[in-house]
């Protein structure tokens, strides 16, 4: 099992950046897969953003792409999430997720595939 803890999040105007951490702890080494998912207010949770551990493989909702990027500090075991140019509608929890499963790209924005959570940063964007 990995520990995830997320960080970074915060009240920005919109235009503004955040850069979102995911620290892993736990069996890391296991990992395949890390990505990114935000719930709003009201609403289910959604993809964001993910990326191949050990790989380059990256993939990106629609409405994040062009502004928002993953990468990751294998030395650190964390995943970052750098946004930018923010909009109100980016208002949300964002929550860090890890797989130990060799999950095909076009699974990737499955919520479904993911086995280890964080419990969330909160990201408030004001117009």
């Known amino acids: 099992q990995v520990q995830l803890e997320e960080s970074g999040g915060g009240s920005v105007q919109a235009g503004g950046s955040l850069r979102l951490s995911c620290a892993a702890s736990?069996?890391?080494?296991?990992?395949?897969?890390r990505g990114w998912f935000r719930q709003a207010p009201g609403k289910e949770r959604e993809f964001v953003a993910a990326l191949r551990w050990g790989g380059t493989t990256t993939r990106y909702a629609d409405p994040v792409k062009g502004r928002f990027t993953i990468s990751r500090d294998r030395a650190k075991n964390t995943v970052f999430l750098q946004l930018n140019n923010l909009k109100p509608e980016d208002t949300a929890d964002y929550y860090c997720a890890a797989t130990s499963r060799g999950i095909i790209w076009s699974m990737m924005a499955n919520e479904a595939e993911y086995d280890d959570w964080g419990q969330g940063t909160q990201v408030t964007v004001s117009s």
């Open positions: 736990g069996r890391t080494s296991s990992s395949h897969t």
